[in-house]
């Protein structure tokens, strides 16, 4: 199959935390505006041409002709990869919505007991189903998500993501204190499960479980290092929030003797080149540089820290640090699934700082070749060869090529998802 259009080319590919061999850096644009630039603020662009796809994969990428004998486009259209969402929750796509609370509060009242439900593993695996097709519905075709506690459930939303075809880690949360008792299992119980989801999803496959402590609140110290021991065990990803309000940092230093919250995760072994820590938003260098060190990555949740009114990350200052920075929606926090009005919550989110404002190109990076670099799928987010096809083929209903306003910003301040078109998982076509 050819596919023509205008082609989402990556500029350079971001490399993981803590690689200094082109760092980031702070400098002025003509207008006297502060721009971040640098290895690890990769930027996208456009150009005329064309994908082929063959056996799931692209085959070929031609850039410069459009031949109207495509199967696929043309040159008003955007061929992109498909967008990844570094940080959401499966379970959570139903409860989007329960604002006016702060994170604790919102948990306690709102999260945990929606979570209870996944007991029932076959509403559990309704809903994962739904919320999947949901991130296909809006262009997201790899994602790094939590479940819940139940193990079974968890089992059943990686077999779901297969089946449909999805990308993605999946990671069963690990909870055994300071939860609601139906959510708090033996921590030795816990891991064993998890285990045994690695063994049947192991790292490297297209859909991998994770290990995913929640967050230092609802772990014992022994949870946490029996998590890092396993991850470390196994090349798992790790997933668990960290650093997201003020409170729950107090609170972690209260649980743990006093101790910082990077730190705690630093002493289970869960802070390396493998580590996605949704939030990061109250650290200081002492934090920075300890997860720059590292190469761990925090994924940040604009949409969901304005709406829990968390704080705002600050963006500009981690990658100064060194610390590599991926982009989640944080559903059901976050009430954005599209990827694309998450990237411009994160440009908001750097303005109202008075930050280096990321440009649209940065953004259209950070939720393809970005993300995908920081999920550790090298093959993803890219119209590379080789790659597997999951590929987007978007028709704007407005004249985005003409005009003064860089095209890529146009496409992203006006998007509508509407304009997805065609979406190709594996170079199969999901819409026909
Ligand atoms: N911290 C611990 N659990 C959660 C969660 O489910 N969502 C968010 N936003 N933060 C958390
Ligand atoms: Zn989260």
């Known amino acids: 199959m050819l596919i023509a259009g205008q082609l989402l080319i990556e500029e350079a590919s971001a490399g993981r935390s803590g690689d200094t061999a082109d760092a980031p850096r702070y400098s002025r644009d003509s207008a006297g505006l502060p721009r971040l630039t640098g290895r690890l603020a990769g930027r996208c662009r456009i150009e005329p041409g064309m994908v082929r796809v063959a056996d799931g994969r692209i085959a070929e990428v031609i850039l410069g002709e459009c031949s109207a004998a495509a199967d696929l486009g043309d040159p ?3 061929i992109c990869p498909g967008f990844i969402d570094a940080h959401l929750h499966l379970p959570q796509g139903d409860m989007i919505g329960a604002h006016g609370m702060r994170l604790l ?7 945990f007991p929606t979570e209870i439900l996944w007991q029932d593993s076959d509403l559990a695996e309704r809903q994962a189903r739904r919320q999947l097709r949901r991130c296909l519905s809006v262009g997201t075709t790899g994602i790094g998500a939590y479940a819940t506690v139940h193990a079974e459930a968890t089992r059943r939303a990686l077999m779901a993501a297969e089946e449909i075809g999805i990308r993605g880690v999946i ?3 690990l909870m055994d204190r300071q939860a609601p008792q139906e959510l708090c299992r033996p921590a030795t119980r816990l891991i064993e ?8 999803f192991p790292p490297g496959r297209r859909v991998a479980a994770a290990v995913t402590p929640r967050f230092a609140i609802t772990s014992t110290p022994e949870l946490l290092a029996m998590a890092g021991k396993l991850a470390e065990e196994r090349g798992a990803i790790v997933q668990t929030h960290l650093a997201e309000t003020a409170e729950e940092c107090q609170e972690v230093e209260r649980l743990f003797a006093g101790r910082g919250y990077v730190e705690v995760y630093v002493q289970a072994g869960l802070v390396g080149p ?15 540089r300890k997860l720059a060190d590292c190469g761990a990555v925090i994924a940040h949740c604009p949409v969901a820290n304005s709406f829990l009114r968390s704080g705002t990350m600050c963006r500009a200052g981690l990658i ?3 610390v590599g920075i991926a982009l989640g929606s944080d559903v059901g926090a976050g009430y954005e699934l599209s990827m694309v009005r998450v990237a411009r919550a994160m440009i908001e989110a750097a303005a109202s ?18 993300n995908a670099d920081r999920l550790g799928w090298s093959d993803a987010g890219r119209l590379a060869v080789d790659a597997p096809a999951d590929l987007l083929v978007i028709r704007p209903q407005i004249p985005w090529l003409e005009g003064p306003v860089d095209p890529l910003a146009r496409l992203m301040f006006n998007w509508d998802d509407r304009w997805l078109s065609q979406l190709l998982l594996r170079g199969r076509l999901l819409r026909d």
């Open 76 to 78: 008003q259209h955007l």
């Open 105 to 111: 509060d919102w948990l306690n009242r709102i999260t």
């Open 171 to 173: 990671g069963q949360v």
């Open 193 to 200: 499960e998890t285990a045994e989801l690695l063994d049947r």
């Open 274 to 288: 493998r580590s996605v820590f949704g939030h990061g938003i109250h650290l200081d260098a002492d934090d920075r």
């Open 320 to 322: 100064q640090s060194g």
């Open 353 to 370: 700082l008075n930050d280096p404002i990321p440009e649209a190109a940065e953004a259209w990076h950070a939720i393809t070749a970005g």
